[in-house]
Nanobody, 125 residues
Framework: VQLQASGGGLVQAGGSLRLSCAASGRAFGDYAMGWFRQAPGKERELVAAISGGGTTYYADSAKGRFTISRDNARNTVYLQMNSLKPEDTAVYYC????????????????????WGQGTQVTVSS
């Protein structure tokens, strides 16, 4: 599956952005999806994940502010980000994992085999 992320940009603290990740190729519904981010000088970290069956996971930093969702008819996964903070500034990547169990959440970066190109999110204070 090929992934194309979009929706990043510059926003003031407290603002919102919605990231999109469009998938093409093999059946999108066969994949668990994740949104990761990487800030300068830091390791890539999982922000949110969604299983093939729609169960979700959020990092502590994202809970209550971010929402991950998927639209299998549109082959797209979204990350709605509200109440953005300067520390959310990073390059955001979507990733896909061909799942074995439909409702399983994959949290390890190494489990994801397919990655999008990244979209920059910058939150100004």
């Amino acid at each position: 599956v090929q992934l194309q992320a979009s929706g990043g940009g510059l926003v003031q603290a407290g603002g919102s952005l919605r990231l999109s990740c469009a998938a093409s190729g093999r059946a999108f519904g066969d994949y668990a999806m994740g949104w990761f981010r990487q800030a300068p000088g830091k390791e890539r970290e999982l922000v949110a994940a969604i299983s093939g069956g729609g169960t979700t996971y959020y990092a502590d930093s994202a809970k209550g502010r971010f929402t991950i969702s998927r639209d299998n008819a549109r082959n797209t996964v979204y990350l709605q980000m509200n109440s953005l903070k300067p520390e959310d500034t990073a390059v955001y990547y979507c990733a896909a994992k061909l799942y074995t169990y439909r409702y399983y959440i994959y949290t390890e970066t190494s489990k994801y085999a397919n990655w999008g190109q990244g979209t920059q999110v910058t939150v100004s204070s």
